[in-house]
């Protein structure tokens, strides 16, 4: 079983930049999606960004499209949210999954808490 850890949250002022990590226990090799999602308090959790392991498509949620950019390192089994630019909004628990594309499994971690003060 795949486990997560995701680190690099915390406080930084608006305009400022994070760099997340998602840290396997062992190699997400091909076959799987890591994903970052993100949950605000009250809010529903929204998917920011998509990679696939295999051949490093990425995909980011439109609403931090520019400012967000998910990249991965299969050496060290991380894959990194990098985010710039960053708004009060994008406040939340920022979490990572990984997603067997085969057998469906899905593993997640338990998230990183990021604050943009205004």
């Known amino acids: 079983q795949v486990q997560l850890v995701e680190s690099g949250g915390g406080l930084v002022q608006t305009g400022g930049s994070l760099r997340l990590s998602c840290l396997a226990s062992?190699?997400?090799?091909?076959?799987?999606?890591v994903d970052w999602y993100r949950q605000a308090p009250g809010k529903q959790r929204e998917h920011v960004a998509r990679?696939?392991?295999?051949?490093?498509?990425?995909w980011v949620d439109p609403s931090v499209k520019g400012r967000f950019t998910i990249t991965r390192d299969d050496a060290k089994n991380t894959v990194y949210l990098h985010m710039n630019s960053l708004k009060p909004e994008d406040t939340g628990v920022y979490s990572c999954?990984?997603?067997?594309?085969?057998?469906?499994?899905?593993?997640w971690g338990h998230g990183t808490q990021v604050t943009v003060s205004s």
């Open positions: 999954a990984a997603q067997n594309t085969l057998s469906g499994d899905e593993y």
């Open positions: 062992e190699s997400i090799h091909a076959i799987y999606y």
């Open positions: 990679i696939t392991m295999g051949d490093g498509i990425n």
